[in-house]
């Protein structure tokens, strides 16, 4: 019998109240980076890949998976949120001194023609401008 994926789609289903005891985890270390000074950034899964690649992210051009039409841009499914986090810090936030950003998303692994999706995942990241 199919589990109802596409091929190449390795993705777990949760049933009602399974990731109950994930959400109040994640909720406490979110909690804990919030009163450190933390700001929630949320990016976006599917980008522009030239956005998506620039900077340090040119170091997961293997592990992205790339949607590619022949009309339009080409878009990518992240694999890392980091890069993201540092682009917005630097461009859309733009603020003198210290940032301290954390994240909780999930990121895409395109690995020998399959993607895999990562679960959840909470990071934190701290950036400096020069004031």
């Known amino acids: 019998m199919q589990n109802g994926c596409l091929p190449g789609i390795h993705r ?11 959400s109040d985890c994640a909720r406490r270390i979110l ?7 933390y700001e929630l950034v949320v990016p976006p899964m599917l980008e522009y890949l030239e956005s998506l690649l620039t900077g340090t992210g ?17 878009l990518g499914l992240r694999a890392d949120i980091t890069p993201q986090v540092a ?9 003198k001194g210290v940032t301290r950003c ?16 990562a679960r959840m995942q909470i990071g934190a990241e701290i950036m400096a401008m020069p004031a």
């Open 12 to 22: 777990r289903s949760s049933c009602p109240g399974g990731g109950d005891e994930w």
């Open 31 to 37: 909690d804990l980076f919030f009163t450190h000074g």
């Open 58 to 74: 040119h170091d997961l051009d293997l592990k992205t998976f790339k949607l590619v039409d022949q009309f339009r841009p080409a």
């Open 87 to 95: 682009r917005i810090d630097a461009h859309l936030l733009n603020r």
């Open 102 to 117: 954390v994240m909780r998303a999930r990121c895409c692994h395109a690995a020998f023609g399959l993607l895999r999706t």
